[in-house]
């Protein structure tokens, strides 16, 4: 694999309800690369397992079926969101954002044999293309080490937990603020601790906190930031 500095990769990293996504597409339209979510390809996995009742606490069965699996990321056509998620074909973009599949993925992501398929694809996705834009948890630090531009975006736990549960809200979505909460702390401790790809910042990542800013502004921030390294 070529080096991911002729990538011109980047990895945007953070907890939960940091607002990586959404920064990330919008960042990826701005500067024209391609926007790669890693967190939904371990939930559309998740989906699979759960849909086809398989153990999760079972993982040489989990890691038979990311084997098995065919995951793609495809430009969207709807003006609300920047890509498709593909599950073996099948359109799961709005599927992968319950509750009860955010609640599992933990069970998915700790999986080293899938996490190593994972992140095979991550890299094959952005091999060769002049840009890319890839968030998750361990981007700068594990997927794309060598990244040219690392960021770390962080917001207190009240503004994280106000922007999931609001975000559950729009997208018609059931669920209350403690449910809410006790998934982010969970969340947090797992992402945290997990032996495989914990989340951490990169040594060399640009430390952003969201809190109290708006997107633009995130977006504006991470955008000068990436020109004034180029």
Same mark, same amino acid.
């Given at each position: 694999?070529?080096?991911?500095?002729?990538?011109?990769?980047?990895?945007?990293?953070?907890?939960?309800?940091?607002?990586?996504?959404?920064?990330?597409? @919008?960042?990826?339209?701005?500067l024209?690369?391609?926007?790669?979510?890693?967190?939904?390809?371990?939930?559309?996995?998740?989906?699979?397992?759960?849909?086809?009742?398989?153990? @999760?606490?079972?993982?040489?069965?989990?890691?038979?079926?990311?084997?098995?699996?065919?995951i793609?990321?495809?430009?969207?056509?709807?003006?609300?969101?920047?890509?498709?998620?593909?599950?073996?074909? *099948?359109?799961?973009?709005?599927?992968?954002?319950?509750?009860?599949?955010?609640?599992?993925?933990?069970?998915?992501?700790?999986?080293?044999?899938?996490?190593?398929?994972?992140?095979?694809?991550?890299?094959?996705?952005?091999?060769? @293309?002049?840009?890319?834009?890839?968030?998750?948890?361990?981007?700068?630090?594990?997927?794309?080490?060598?990244?040219?531009?690392?960021?770390?975006?962080?917001?207190?736990?009240?503004?994280?937990?106000?922007?999931?549960?609001?975000? @559950?809200?729009?997208?018609?979505?059931?669920?209350?603020?403690?449910?809410?909460?006790?998934d982010?702390?969970?969340?947090?401790?797992?992402?945290?601790?997990?032996?495989v790809?914990? *989340?951490?910042?990169?040594?060399?990542a640009?430390?952003?906190?969201?809190?109290? *800013?708006?997107?633009?502004?995130?977006?504006?921030?991470?955008?000068?930031?990436?020109?004034?390294?180029?």
């Amino acid at each position: 694999m070529p080096s991911d500095k002729t990538l011109n990769a980047v990895a945007i990293d953070g907890p939960a309800g940091s607002g990586k996504s959404t920064v990330s597409r @919008l960042v990826a339209e701005r500067l024209h690369y391609l926007y790669v979510d890693t967190g939904a390809m371990y939930r559309a996995l998740t989906l699979k397992a759960m849909s086809q009742k398989i153990d @999760l606490a079972d993982e040489k069965a989990l890691s038979s079926l990311a084997e098995r699996t065919k995951i793609a990321l495809v430009p969207s056509s709807d003006a609300s969101e920047t890509i498709k998620v593909l599950l073996d074909g *099948l359109d799961v973009s709005g599927a992968i954002r319950t509750l009860e599949v955010t609640g599992n993925v933990k069970y998915i992501a700790r999986v080293p044999a899938i996490r190593a398929i994972m992140v095979d694809l991550q890299r094959k996705m952005v091999n060769g @293309l002049g840009g890319s834009v890839m968030e998750g948890r361990d981007i700068g630090t594990v997927v794309l080490p060598d990244a040219r531009y690392k960021i770390y975006l962080d917001a207190s736990f009240s503004e994280r937990v106000k922007r999931r549960y609001d975000e @559950l809200i729009a997208k018609g979505k059931n669920g209350t603020v403690h449910e809410v909460e006790k998934d982010l702390r969970e969340r947090d401790h797992t992402d945290m601790t997990r032996a495989v790809g914990p *989340l951490k910042k990169a040594d060399d990542a640009y430390i952003l906190d969201t809190t109290g *800013l708006s997107i633009d502004q995130v977006v504006d921030r991470i955008v000068n930031y990436v020109s004034s390294k180029k």
